[in-house]
């Protein structure tokens, strides 16, 4: 078969591919449709995800407390946030689906020619981590009173578990895009060959996305749980959600200092893979010593026309490289370097969306963890503030995690682009050329209209469930009899 | 055996597990207007597949994941060709995994009768259009010498494969019908029973006819002719349990009956995974659109060492919540 001298290569049965990719113009509008669909519905699928994975390992510490200190209190903590757990997981586990299907239905061709790699993860991640955590999940929800203490409590940490099963498998796979390792091109079937399965799961960018993300998402549940906790305090006086107000802060604050490690790594690492991610990330054109990162930027970031721009010197060859006297290769020699490498093209993501969304990531982080600090602070050692600020700030403080995890995965998505695999498959070679733009407009349409609703609704339930606070204290079930009602149900 | 023979088998029974498990979700979904005739009822309903519905729809994911992994043109052609339908099939299943947690979060008429809705619309469409996608496949697309689908949407309702989709139809509600005879206690389990004889003889006209149409007008094979024999007689002896009142019988007879089928489709099948009708050198099979024999084997040591731990857990889980239900085990909302 043959290897393009153009872009990026084509799919698997060269010649005849090649004639079809040119003569259907139909797929360029299909292209972009198929990308939206994408952003759109991984966007909207991991609004749930992070609260998922960081609210099931807190609420598995609250129950362990229950269990073993007896404390009532603890008792009341794991089953209201265990069942805003539960709302979320719903919405999970049923936008995940659309997530494992999209690549077979909108990126054929990207799916033949990764899928000899890119498969194996995603099917491990069903077999060890999907069917834990939603097994478990339903023993844990329907099980309060059919089993002992401790295996009802080992079933939420299976969930915990299995989640973090879940974000490594998932992750190892998106790496591999980043960051190609432990394959071969094979030129007879012009498709990407798995060699080496323990490189892919070691990959570097895996090994440091995985702790990245899930401080993340501890982020967003940690946030969530102070949230809620510092709106009941400071509004209505509820001082029993006082150790959640104290567990919530605190989690919040140690995910972002651990996001911050992490992406200091990660930005390292970047520079190496693919510099032109963190070039775009500072809109940095020509290569410089000792460049700069810039707060924000007033004027165009097509590198014309700057009219004002707040600098850090040396801070971006220190993310990059470690030194803040070292020189970051700019998107204009990058883009003659990969011209020369992979042919002629554009090899350039889309500056603006770059520079903002790596800012908005940040700002977003280091937002939640101020309000953290605030929130601990104003309630230190037993004082009840009344301030109408905070019970403000309470209602923001989700959005600010949640937001900044969308616009870190708009980033590193986005900086990666044209590649749908670094170096070596472009996006648009990817796509589904026998999936029509009218199909993807009604699946587009669809998704973002039921989507919209359901978090409308979502949001409501939400909201509905939070207000009345804690739930009474139960009498513990004694034993299982044949005529008394069951202790949880639909 | 060839790797890529026993990941074909390993696939096959990935989806009998799926439809078998999630068979009877179905079938309780859409019996939930007809059986359920106030809301405790259909909240009984609800809770005999309230803790393994979800672990039950796993079963696709993972035949899903396993068929991207180990046949990766098979997965590209099928869920590209098969957009449309696969779309529905995903709105379907999201509206009804979020109405089974959200129905009962409100206690509003209006509320429950619309998630009410969607449960039932949520297992009806995915029940048919499952035998739809399944009878397409057996029967073969149009395949270009790319291996792709050009057939277009339409062409996918042919009378085969429609026929298929009211097998699944049929044959779910049954299965579910049977289930809830076997889970709940009083009125419904009455009438659970009464309605599984009704909708049974139905199913096992549609499958007979749809099975003899594989075997002399489709693809067939001497097993395959042979399972389908067995197919049919465990829905005939699972009916005939039914009758008398055998419930757990009468479950592993459609259960039975279900898996069977599923395996004569995939044995009538092999070796191709999606046949071409244009030229049969056009047609996926086990050999074009297999991954490495490295990855498969990767792949057969995780599915070794880690399917008997998920056979163990979830079956431990319907040990768990073996029990009846009845109206009286249903808490005040």
Same mark, same amino acid.
């Given at each position: 078969m043959f290897r393009v001298t153009g872009p990026g290569r084509l799919g698997p049965s060269g010649p005849a591919r090649a004639a079809a990719l040119t003569a259907n113009l139909d797929p360029v509008d299909a292209l972009d449709l198929a990308r939206w669909q994408f952003g759109v519905t991984t966007v909207y699928h991991f609004l749930f995800v992070p609260i998922t994975i960081g609210l099931s390992a807190l609420v598995a510490g609250l129950q362990t407390a229950w269990v073993r200190t007896g404390d009532e209190r603890w008792l009341r903590l794991t089953k209201f946030y265990g069942k805003l757990l539960l709302i979320n997981f719903a919405m999970g586990v049923v936008t995940g689906i659309v997530q494992e299907f999209q690549f077979g239905m909108n990126w054929s061709d990207y799916s033949r020619f990764v899928g000899d790699i890119f498969g194996a993860p995603l099917a491990i991640e069903a077999l060890l981590a999907f069917f834990l955590e939603s097994t478990f999940l339903g023993l844990w929800i329907f099980g309060w009173d059919k089993l002992p203490k401790k295996v009802h409590l080992a079933c939420i940490w299976a969930v915990a578990i299995g989640t973090q099963l879940s974000a490594y498998f998932i992750l190892a796979a998106n790496s591999w895009m980043q960051n190609p390792v432990g394959y071969r091109f094979n030129p007879d079937t012009g498709r990407a060959e798995l060699t080496d399965f323990a490189a892919v799961l070691t990959n570097k960018v895996t090994l440091v996305t995985y702790p990245h993300t899930v401080a993340g998402c501890f982020l967003v549940a940690g946030a969530l749980m102070l949230a809620i906790a510092l709106w009941h305090l400071v509004r209505n006086g509820a001082e029993e959600f006082r150790p959640a107000l104290r567990l919530g802060a605190w989690v919040t604050m140690v995910a972002a200092l651990a996001t911050l490690v992490t992406g200091d790594i990660q930005g390292k690492i970047m520079t190496d893979v693919q510099p032109m991610k963190m070039a775009a990330a500072e809109g940095l054109y020509e290569t410089e010593r000792s460049a700069g990162l810039s707060v924000f930027t007033i004027g165009s970031l097509d590198g014309s026309r700057e009219v004002y721009a707040l600098k850090i010197p040396g801070l971006l060859s220190w993310l990059g490289q470690g030194d803040v006297n070292a020189a970051v290769e700019g998107v204009n020699d990058l883009q003659a370097r990969y011209s020369a490498q992979y042919g002629a093209g554009s090899y350039t993501p889309i500056i603006p969306v770059t520079y903002w969304s790596f800012r908005l990531m940040i700002g977003f982080g280091l937002l939640t963890a101020l309000v953290a600090a605030w929130a601990l602070w104003t309630h230190r050692k037993g004082r009840r503030p009344t301030s109408r600020w905070l019970v403000r700030a309470g209602i923001v403080l989700p959005l600010l995690p949640l937001a900044a995890n969308a616009f870190g995965w708009i980033f590193t998505e986005m900086g990666r682009q044209p590649w749908i695999v670094f170096g070596e498959m472009l996006t648009r070679d990817g /796509?589904?050329?026998? /999936?029509s733009a009218s199909e993807v407009v009604t699946s587009l349409a669809g998704f973002t209209l039921l989507y919209g609703l359901l978090a409308v609704v979502e949001v409501k339930l939400l909201l509905r469930f939070i207000r009345p606070g804690l739930p009474d204290p139960a009498p513990p079930p004694e034993t299982d009899t044949d005529d008394r009602p069951l202790a949880f149900a639909y | 055996m060839d790797l890529s023979t026993i990941w074909f088998i390993l696939i096959a029974i990935l989806f009998t597990g799926y439809f078998v498990l999630e068979g009877f979700d179905f079938g309780v979904g859409i019996l939930l207007p007809l059986l359920g005739r106030d809301d405790r009822q259909r909240r009984v309903l609800i809770n005999t597949i309230g803790p393994v519905w979800d672990g039950n729809e796993v079963w696709v994911l993972t035949a899903g994941g396993a068929m991207f992994a180990a046949f990766p043109e098979w997965y590209a052609t099928l869920f590209s060709g098969f957009y449309l339908p696969l779309l529905l099939i995903l709105v379907a299943l999201i509206l009804r995994g979020v109405a089974f947690e959200y129905r009962g979060k409100r206690d509003d008429p209006q509320w429950k009768s619309w998630w009410d809705r969607a449960i039932f619309f949520g297992s009806l469409l995915p029940a048919l259009l499952w035998g739809v996608a399944f009878g397409n496949i057996v029967r073969g697309v149009r395949l270009d010498a790319t291996h792709e689908y050009v057939g277009g949407f339409w062409a996918l309702l042919n009378p085969y494969a429609l026929l298929g989709g009211l097998v699944t139809l049929s044959l779910f509600t049954t299965h579910g019908a049977v289930f809830l005879a076997l889970k709940t206690t009083g009125e419904i389990r009455e009438r659970a029973n009464v309605l599984a004889g009704r909708t049974g003889l139905a199913a096992a006209a549609l499958a007979v006819g749809f099975l003899a149409w594989t075997l002399f007008g489709v693809r067939g094979g001497a097993a395959a002719a042979v399972l389908a024999m067995f197919a049919a007689l465990a829905l005939v002896g699972g009916l005939a349990a039914n009758l008398v009142r055998r419930e757990g019988w009468a479950f592993a007879g459609t259960a039975a009956a279900i898996a069977l089928a599923v395996a004569c489709l995939f044995a009538a099948l092999f070796p191709d995974v999606l046949p071409s009708i244009v030229d049969p050198a056009n047609s996926l099979t086990v050999d074009n659109a297999s991954s490495t024999s490295y990855t498969l084997k990767i792949m057969t040591w995780v599915a070794v060492v880690f399917t008997p731990i998920v056979l163990a857990y979830q079956g431990w889980t319907y040990w768990v919540f073996r029990k009846r239900i009845g109206v009286d085990h249903i808490p005040q909302a």
């Open positions: /796509v589904s050329r026998t /999936v | -």
